[in-house]
């Protein structure tokens, strides 16, 4: 068999894991491998998680889910969805509130997605606050079906737990250039616009404080706080 | 004491009220703000009535005429109530209008203040006020009222025409959570009036829900039936101006999807809500008004026309939106109550 599903006219309606295909195939003694053997699992949705929705109500900023009633304003107001046309709050928060694990899954990795601009949150007119539900969600997403989440959100994370660890806070200039070294973007950080903000910010003695945040008040106990979270943590994803 | 009843607002309810009453034999005077009377349809031309789209002039005349030349019954307009003193059955009441004050004795008074339109400048995201062809309901009244529909920013026949329900209704961010209820059959008759004046446009309506509630059903399918006109579940996000045209950007929720179309004239369905003279009025008179502001009956089931306030009584939009058969039918039934609490209190 060359290609899976070959034989189905419409085949960009199927999904992969619906098409049930064997090499060979004898049905009561009759061979009908080839054409014949190729078989679609039921679509009827027989599988609900109802408790989805209270586990993201549990993490507070998910707390409004419950509000919706599916309208589409932030999905009509989503930046992220120019870029990842799969990623579409409202359809996850429905996805969430029906418990639909099966196809939560398979968007694991477009869920997290977001890039923050929060005009759903402005604009929604129940005030579910999609924006930070659908951080809530990203977690959720994280702890069921992290291997399936792709490796790219981990850009820049090492220096995120780098600083967070050993500073308590985040220094964002010193973060966007290691994301720029990462991506292999440094030159943008020598552009005209970058070293004339940068003389500027180092007449007024800006640019020092700026890249020597030092460590956060109350260091000592913050510190022991941020162990125990790294230690918590690395018992959920190794 | 006084046997007259005094009517504030001079719109379908403030109409039917005061001609019931000359119909009773009952002393009253009738005080509208505007110039004219007829109230919020009058005011802004509207066009083809919900529910058998016959033109407001035709149904809003009779309602004038029963009013006019009435014994026992005083029609002020330009004038307004300033001050209000005394209890029931012998209210006083000071009068600002073109003839300067004056005050009178009222014995009851029936509020039928009515509604203001949401004013869509509130909902950045639509651009009203902005972008010329951006228009709300109201506008829209005003321009099918003219033989031809054109658009306001270069007066051309739109080709593609969009309204967007629950403007100003149901939504948090601009503080009115409730349903604005005339809204949707209204597009409905606007979306058909389009298709009767240009039938070959193409009429499109973005809807969450579609409330033509009770008989008003017919609207709906009335206009995806015999006019075509196009319903789009999923909500428009922010309206741009792009090469002369209006970009719209939505989600259609059937599709799961977000669109970027374009369109010639684009319809905000704003809602209702209670006006300034409302408010104004129920500060005179001390009236409790229920969270969304609108002005709240005695108890909603037993006494629907009435304030907590003893003789005063209520009618029309100003105590929920409504369409303005039922406006008519609570004039009428706040007349009767007003007269009926008159005539207790003379034969004690
Ligand atoms: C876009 C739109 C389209 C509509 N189309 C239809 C339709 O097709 N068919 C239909 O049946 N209904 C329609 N309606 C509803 C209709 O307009 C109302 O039901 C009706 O106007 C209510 O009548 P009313 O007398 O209670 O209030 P209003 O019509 O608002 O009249 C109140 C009057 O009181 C006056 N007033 C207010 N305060 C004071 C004061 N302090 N002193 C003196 N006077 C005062 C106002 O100037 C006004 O004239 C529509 C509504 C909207 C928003
Ligand atoms: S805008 Fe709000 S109510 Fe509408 S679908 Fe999105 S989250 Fe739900």
Known sequence: ?238 | MSEAVLIIGGGPAGLAAAASLADLGVEAVLVEKEPELGGTPKKYAYSKLVPDLRPAQETLAPLVQRVQGREGLRVLTDARPTAVSGKAGDFKVRLAGPAGEEELSAGAIIVATGFEHFDARRDTKYGYGIYPDVVDIRDMERMLSEPQLKRPSDGQVPQRVGFILCVGSRDRMVGNTYCSRVCCSVCCVQAIEVKEKNPSAEVYIFYMDIRTYGLLENLYWEAQEEHGVLFVKGRVGEILPRDGQLMVKGEDTLLRGPFEVPFDLMVLASGMEPGEGTVQVAELLNLAREPNGFLAPRDSHTAPLEAAVEGVFLAGADLAPKFSDDAVAEGAGAAVRAAAFLRSRAGR
């Open chain 1, 1 to 238: 068999m060359a290609v899976k599903g070959e034989g189905i006219v419409e085949r960009s309606l199927v999904e992969d894991d619906h098409i049930l295909e064997q090499e060979k195939l004898i049905i009561e003694g009759v061979d009908v491998s080839g054409r014949w053997n190729t078989f679609l699992a039921p679509r009827v949705q027989e599988d609900y998680t109802p408790s989805l929705e209270a586990e993201v109500r549990a993490l507070g900023v998910g707390e409004n889910i419950r509000r919706c009633w599916q309208c589409g304003m932030c999905t009509a107001s989503c930046t992220a969805n120019s870029v990842y046309p799969d990623f579409n709050p409202r359809h996850f928060i429905y996805l969430v509130k029906l418990g639909d694990v099966q196809r939560l899954a398979k968007l694991a990795d477009v869920v997290w997605r977001c890039v923050g601009c929060y005009k759903c949150s402005q604009r929604c007119p129940r005030e579910v606050n999609p924006a930070e539900v659908m951080e809530a969600i990203g977690v959720i997403v994280h702890r069921r079906w992290g291997e399936r989440v792709a490796r790219e959100e981990q850009v820049g994370t090492g220096a995120y737990k780098k600083q967070i660890y050993g500073t308590g806070r985040l220094n964002l200039a010193t973060l966007m250039a290691a994301d720029l070294r990462g991506l292999g973007r440094q030159r943008e950080l020598l552009s005209a616009e970058q070293m004339r903000i940068g003389m500027k910010m180092f007449r007024d003695s800006r640019l020092f404080h700026t890249l020597r945040l030092g460590r956060a008040p109350g260091w000592s106990r913050l510190r022991r706080v941020l162990e125990e979270h790294r230690r918590s943590r690395e018992e959920v994803h190794p």
